[in-house]
Nanobody, 120 residues
Framework: QVQLVESGGGLVQAGGSLRLSCAAS????????MGWYRQAPGKQRELVAK???????NYADSVKGRFTISRDNAKNMVSLQMNSLKFEDTAVYYC??????????????WGQGTQVTVSS
C-alpha cells in the first residue's frame, strides 16, 4: 500500500504564494508520475499539474505561468509552487501518484487533501 501525505495549504491573499508538498511512503517499487488535482465546492476534481519520473510536465491552462511542479525522485516527493494566486484557485488540493509497488502491482494513490483558500 502506498500512502501520500500533503502539507502546505492555508489562507493567502490574492496575489500571494503558497507551496504544497507531498511525500509518498509505503510499499513502493517505483513511481512513474506524481501530480496535483483540485476540487472546488460544487465542481469536479480537475488536474492542476503532473510530472513524470523523467521530468515531463503537464499543466492546466488556468495555472500555466503561475504554478510550477517539481519532484524529488530520490525522496518520492512532489511539490507545487503556486504564485500569483487568484480567488478562483481556492479548492482542496489532492496529491496523486501512480507506479508499481514492491509486489510489482500497479498502484494509483491519493492524498487526503489540503485546503487552499485565496481571499480576494
Amino acid at each position: 500500500q502506498v500512502q501520500l501525505v500533503e502539507s502546505g495549504g492555508g489562507l493567502v491573499q490574492a496575489g500571494g504564494s503558497l507551496r504544497l508538498s507531498c511525500a509518498a511512503s509505503g510499499s513502493i517499487f517505483g513511481i512513474n508520475g506524481m501530480g496535483w488535482y483540485r476540487q472546488a465546492p460544487g465542481k469536479q476534481r480537475e488536474l492542476v499539474a503532473k510530472i513524470t519520473s523523467g521530468g515531463s510536465t503537464n499543466y492546466a491552462d488556468s495555472v500555466k505561468g503561475r504554478f510550477t511542479i517539481s519532484r524529488d525522485n530520490a525522496k518520492n516527493m512532489v511539490s507545487l509552487q503556486m504564485n500569483s494566486l487568484k480567488f478562483e484557485d481556492t479548492a482542496v488540493y489532492y496529491c496523486n501518484a501512480w507506479g508499481r509497488d514492491r509486489e510489482y502491482r500497479d498502484f494509483g494513490s491519493w492524498g487526503q487533501g489540503t485546503q487552499v483558500t485565496v481571499s480576494s
